[in-house]
């Protein structure tokens, strides 16, 4: 099993990047012949780097994921994180999967600290931090509740708490704000924006949202129907910090229009 | 009194029914034995038994307490044996091929056929006993708790690899609980098996425990005797059993088994 | 013809010889009755059956009878070949323990539903004996004999005729006596319900008569029914040697000074009243018994 | 032949882990008697086991036979009647309270020692070992039914409600394949069990099956005899147990307890 | 259990109502002690309308689904629909729950084939309006898959499937395109307009996207934050049948734009 090095947390590879996939195809095996999912996917994640990954459903975004968090190995090529080849999760990854994960017999504070259980007993000041992002993710008042007892949106930010309590280098997000109204969506990307400006984490983002990734994104990459290929990666040169405001810019609806119309051409996109 | 009176036969009680339907049973047979008067050898009526019973209750709960303490020790080295070997099989496949081959070999040799080499091997004291009810209890344990512990959602093991946890987090914070509704079914099949051992163990030597009382019994003609005793181990064993209910109750009012029990109204 | 079921009282051992060897002989089909023989799995267990209807005629330690019927059963002894009492506890051959006395300290064996359970105090106190004087371990059948050759017990209570040939291969032993503690209790013999004594007593007739003729064949001619047995229970896979010494032993077990020079089967009734007496001492039966209760001779006569 | 070797001593083989614990285990006990030699009264060598065997294998086989009639017919009815139960249990609490209560009282009452009063009541015949597989084979299986039938998805059972699904389809087409691996851990457990349930059938009456060569051994005082029959019941319970392991791996593909077996390298 | 008459199905109550909420409110028991999820709910659902509800994260979307769906019983209030009032679920129900429920064992077709399976033997016919369904849904080619080999947006539409198959009278949806991203979503909101503009379902409609909500529905019904109380419902006077282009109308930004407009007066919004 991969294992780093600790103080090789963090440090790019020789072309700078902290992941790098190069040439990667991955197939999924099944009873009714083999699916293909992911083919010849080149992508840098440079450190500190905000990437959102957009792509119609089923063009292997969470299979992306996947491959770069070492759930699954590559069918060809290779990926790369902090200089090393993946086999198996690389150190220091938070990850919120698309599908929430939570322990029915655990309270919503005891499924947040579970990121940390795994390793360690957490200190009293963990357990405040778990609180505080609780509180700013809207839980605040249901942590002593149980899983069953919180509705689907509550229940996906209850997953990106924990995610974010570990405080990892890398962070890996399957539509985290996928099951969140408009509003509380906004509310949690401009928070989201916040903790990345404090943390600089490097971060990979699924999202099926293009306003969502041009918001919170460096760069956001493009992927065509399946099996998955990168169509286009887009630079967002939008000053940070961020607000909501930015959203109204003739820039930022031009980022959007401009994936939008690329989606359209390659006929993924209804106009 | 009158409170409880009321709480056993008035409303929705689970007491009321239970008793309703052991007193119909026992109406039942014993209008069968005073209409067809069988031999009391063959079949006594329950008012016999209990006439008996209520002549030496303290030479049969002595007895009993004998049988109760070899099942204890039996059932509770099966539990901690038993979760350790379904820990040893699903982590190991070399463990799976072998020791879980080897138990499923022993568990299909009758313990009323090992239990007399038993005798032979450990002698006439409590060793044969509480080992045969530990290996009688042992086998729906550790196959109860392996399909629990396997039953895992495959996304939380991916968080757990993800999150880089050790084995002995994602065995214990993950794993176990998750096992916890099997494990208690394999408890309850476990803990009626553990009385059965006892009493096989106390079949086979030893002049302690209801086993016991039931040869002498067996031995002397006196089925209303025998009938007394194996009452004595149904109303023990059904009181086991639902003490492992009860702790499934108490522990895991989480799992929608429990859910569904508690709120039938909204099964179909 | 009759049809008729028998159980013996245990898997095949010497004392059921002329039983098997009338069936191997065809007496029975001569005689115009169809038996059916099952092994048992102990007197006791056989008393029950016969007791429940389930077999019309047992072949059992016939003492028995006095617990059965003490415990409602309405069986009675119809036959009593090995009349002479033949309980014994086995010890080593060379073993300085020699009379009831010297078992002090030691450990003895005994099976539950054994004849010699309720007598174990009455033998004991014969010898000046308590239970607190010495350890008698109850032990199931199937781990008794081990028990012993494993040593685990100096004392094996047992029967003269099954026990002593198979020590003579694994703990060669001797056997202190019963009777010498004045123990009286008759051995294998046939028993039937009353019931079925009545209603099938010509077929119950026949089948001592055949009885009578195959023990008569057997004290002349005991590897006839080493044979015999043999070739009625292959699978069985019966030790000759053993079953020899077995049929032997119990031939010598059949005369009492009651019954000398009487019909194969007949029961004195001062036998059967000195059993009771040891019966009544141990408690098994209730004082006032009616000897005439416990055994019949209409069917040997 | 050497393909066979191959497939048995080369690679991963699962047949070839077995093979070789097995012998080991083999080899040790031949070794511990050869240097303490106990009396083959207490403990034979395994050659002596297997020597006997090859003395007299179509007598063992034959009755290996009719034990093995008793086991398949005890735990079909035990099986089909089991789950009959546990689906009663479910959907009414009255049977819940009621023949639940009565079973667990039942199963606690040792079959050995209700053995002999079953023969008294029912005859020599097949009839009390089928009815003895049958009783020790049920429980395990309505207990695991009962938890199986009841671990449905919430949402599932209210999409099932909303659609006016008839009880009997929710039955067969949720709550039963649901309950399958629950079930199959079940009729693992009672498939040992059925087997057990004869021979302890056959220890109180008939002339037949390996349970009856058990005894007329001991009566002999054959320990070695009583261990080829110990170790052949090991055999079969063995192979029955994994034929209904295969059964189900064959139906149960879809289950994250095989999936997990067939993918260890992703387990952590 | 509630059981109407064949024939009653579809006929509006007493106030032309098809469903009929008056003073609901919904109180979860739970061992912390009851948590408020709705509050004095009054809402009429017309027949062949379509209703879409908006509102923030926990604010008791859900729990309205299921009380119309007679799945939780109402604290206080009446439910009615089709004239009955509810003690279990009312008849020709459709329904897709916001975690999407397949059985693991069954192929997607399979699945889809459910919702007629639970009450009798699909015929052959109905095996075709399954496979065209998913064709439509984009799940063409994928019939013979078991649910762990989809992503997670090919599930929820596969749940979709199975929802319109069985032919209700009333379909009630929670947060249907949850999984998708913004193309497949656009492609799927203009399926769902068709095919209701085709069958004339009554539909309740819960989704957290304030556009999808204009463009679909004939009324808005905003929700405020938990515990949820309706605070508006807004009549959308657009023509239909609708096309995506009318998104780009000024009439439905003006709608889109009322709805963030009384969601940030009510703090529930930043803008
Ligand atoms: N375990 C698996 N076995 C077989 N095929 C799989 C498996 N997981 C995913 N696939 C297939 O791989 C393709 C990509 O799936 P993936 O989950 O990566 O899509 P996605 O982009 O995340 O979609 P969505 O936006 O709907 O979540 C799909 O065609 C899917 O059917
Ligand atoms: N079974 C339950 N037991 C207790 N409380 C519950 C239960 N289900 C929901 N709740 C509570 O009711 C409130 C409303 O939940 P509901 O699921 O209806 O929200 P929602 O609007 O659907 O949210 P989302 O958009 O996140 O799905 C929440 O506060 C939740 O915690
Ligand atoms: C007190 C007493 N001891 C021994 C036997 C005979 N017996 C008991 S077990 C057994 C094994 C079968 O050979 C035999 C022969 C008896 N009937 N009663
Ligand atoms: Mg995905
Ligand atoms: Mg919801």
């Given amino acids: 099993m991969y294992s780093s090095n600790e103080t090789a947390v963090g440090v790019p590879d020789a072309t700078g990047a902290y992941v790098s996939l190069s040439q990667v195809s991955k197939t999924y095996a099944s009873s009714r012949g083999p699916i293909p999912a992911l083919v010849d996917i080149n992508l840098d994640i440079r450190p500190h780097e905000f990437i959102s990954v957009v792509g119609p459903s089923g063009c292997g975004k969470s299979t992306l994921l996947k491959l ?57 000041a963990e357990r405040d931090r778990a609180m505080a992002l609780l509180k700013r993710f809207g839980l605040a008042g249901f942590e002593d509740r149980f899983p069953f007892e919180l509705s689907g949106g509550m229940r996906q930010r209850a997953s990106i708490c924990r995610a974010l309590l570990a405080d990892p280098e890398l962070l890996l997000m399957d539509e985290p704000f996928g099951a969140l109204d408009a509003m509380t969506r906004d509310d949690l990307n401009v928070e989201l924006a916040q903790i990345w400006q404090d943390t600089r984490k490097t971060l990979l983002f699924i999202t099926h949202s293009i306003v969502e990734a041009v918001f919170l994104s460096d760069r956001v990459v493009m992927m065509s129907k399946a099996p998955g290929k990168i169509v286009d990666t887009i630079t967002i040169d939008l000053p940070r910090p961020r607000r909501l405001a930015v959203r109204d810019s003739a820039e930022f609806a031009a980022y959007v229009q401009r994936i939008r119309h690329h989606f359209a051409e390659l006929g993924i996109l209804k106009e | ?69 070899m099942t204890l020790f ?25 020791v879980y081959t080897l138990l499923v070999a022993l568990n299909s040799i009758p313990k009323v056929a090992l239990a007399p080499l038993f005798v032979i091997w450990m002698g006439t004291g409590p060793e044969p006993k509480i080992a045969i009810a530990l290996m009688l209890a042992i086998f729906p344990i550790v196959i109860d708790s392996v399909l629990g512990l396997r039953s895992v959602d495959p996304d939380m093991m991916n968080l757990a690899r993800v999150s880089k946890a050790s084995s002995w987090a994602v065995l214990t914070k993950i794993r176990f609980p998750c096992a916890l509704p099997s494990l208690f079914a394999g408890m309850k099949v476990g803990i009626s098996l553990a009385l059965v051992g006892a009493i ?13 009382q039931i040869l002498v019994a067996q031995g002397q003609f006196d089925t209303v005797r025998v009938f007394v005793s194996l009452l004595l181990l149904g109303i023990v064993g059904t009181v086991l059993f639902f003490l492992v209910d009860y702790a499934e109750r108490l522990l895991l009012p989480w799992h929608v088994s429990q859910r569904a029990r508690s709120d039938r109204s909204a099964g179909t | 013809a009759d049809k008729l079921s028998v159980r013996l009282d245990f898997s095949p051992w010497g004392v059921q010889a002329a039983m098997h ?37 047992g072949q059992v330690q016939v003492g028995l009878v006095g617990s059965a019927r003490a415990k409602g059963a309405t069986i009675k002894s119809i036959a009593t070949f090995q009349r002479k009492t033949d309980l014994c506890v086995l010890v080593d051959k060379d073993s300085p323990v020699g009379k009831v006395a010297d078992l002090r300290g030691k450990t003895v064996v005994v099976f539950a539903a054994s004849p010699w359970a309720p007598f174990v105090d009455e033998y004991l106190k014969s010898g000046g004996l308590t239970r607190s ?52 209790f008759p051995s294998y013999g046939l028993v039937a319900r009353e019931d079925t004594i009545a209603a099938k007593g010509a077929a ?34 019966l030790d000759e040697k053993i079953l020899l ?11 009492t000074p009651a019954s000398k020079g009487k019909p194969i089967g007949w029961q004195a009734k001062e036998d059967w009243e000195a059993a009771l007496k040891s019966m009544e001492a141990a408690g098994v039966v209730n004082a006032g018994w009616n000897v005439s209760d416990y055994y019949t001779n209409v069917l040997v006569e």
């Fill in chain 1, 68 to 124: 770069v968090a070492g759930l699954e190995g590559v069918s060809a090529g290779s990926v790369r994180v902090a200089g090393r080849q993946l086999d198996g999760p690389p150190d220091r990854l938070g990850a919120v999967f698309q599908r929430d994960v939570l322990l029915d017999w655990r309270t919503i504070l005891d499924n947040v600290l579970l990121s940390i259980e795994f390793t360690r007993k957490p200190t009293p």
């Fill in chain 2, 1 to 69: 009194m009158t409170a409880l009176l009321k709480r056993l036969f008035g409303g929705e009680s689970e007491a009321r029914d239970i008793v309703v339907v052991l007193a119909a049973a026992l109406l039942l047979w014993e209008a069968g034995v005073r209409i067809f008067h069988p031999s009391p050898l063959i079949l006594p009526a329950p008012s016999m038994v209990v006439v008996e019973f209520l002549q030496a209750p303290a030479l049969y709960l002595r007895h009993l307490a004998f049988t109760l303490v």
């Fill in chain 2, 74 to 98: 039996g059932f509770v080295l099966a539990v901690v044996l038993g979760v350790a070997l379904a820990v040893g099989i699903i982590y190991s496949r070399f463990l799976e091929r072998t």
């Fill in chain 2, 200 to 212: 096989v163990g106390e079949f086979v030597a030893g002049n302690y425990g209801i086993g016991f």
């Fill in chain 3, 21 to 57: 060897l009338a069936q191997y002989k065809g007496w029975f089909k001569e005689a115009g009755l169809d038996v059916d023989i099952q092994d048992g799995r102990g007197s006791g267990n056989t008393i029950q059956l016969v007791n429940a209807g389930q077999a019309d005629v």
């Fill in chain 3, 133 to 184: 004087d010495l350890k008698v371990d109850v032990v199931d059948p199937a781990a008794l004999w081990g028990t012993y050759i494993a040593k685990r017990a100096d004392g094996l209570m047992s029967t003269v005729g099954s026990a002593l040939p198979i020590a003579d291969q694994s703990r060669p032993s001797k056997c202190l006596l019963a009777s010498d503690a004045n123990i009286a």
């Fill in chain 3, 204 to 237: 119950l007739h026949k089948l001592i008569q055949v009885e009578q003729r195959a023990w008569q064949v057997l004290r002349e001619n005991p590897e006839e029914g080493v044979k015999a047995m043999i070739a009625e229970r292959p699978d069985a896979r």
């Fill in chain 3, 245 to 255: 010494g077995q049929i032997k032993l119990t031939i010598d077990y059949f005369d």
